[in-house]
């Protein structure tokens, strides 16, 4: 659908947002809690050992860190 112009009366067609967007614009999560792989799920695995908790649970088997590179021992389930 087009974007109305500026100045466009209400009537006309507004995009329309994907059923993630407004799930999450309904919710009104912090965007700084969510998995920064992503951004859908809240932050739930500290990494070991850093100590980052950047991700969650569906994103953990991860290499290295996401946030500083250094390499993942381990994962630690936080509870917030």
Do not use: N, S, Y
Not at 11 to 30: E, K, N, T, W, Y
């Amino acid at each position: 659908a087009p974007v109305p112009a500026l100045g466009a009366p209400e009537d006309a067609p507004v995009p329309a947002l994907g059923a993630r967007a407004v799930a999450h614009a309904a919710d009104d999560v912090p965007e700084d809690t969510l998995c920064v792989i992503c951004m859908e799920e809240p932050k739930t695995r500290a990494m070991i050992p850093c100590g980052h908790l950047c991700v969650c649970e569906g994103c953990a088997q991860l290499d290295a860190c996401p946030l500083c590179r250094v390499g993942v021992a381990a994962t630690l389930r936080v509870f917030v």
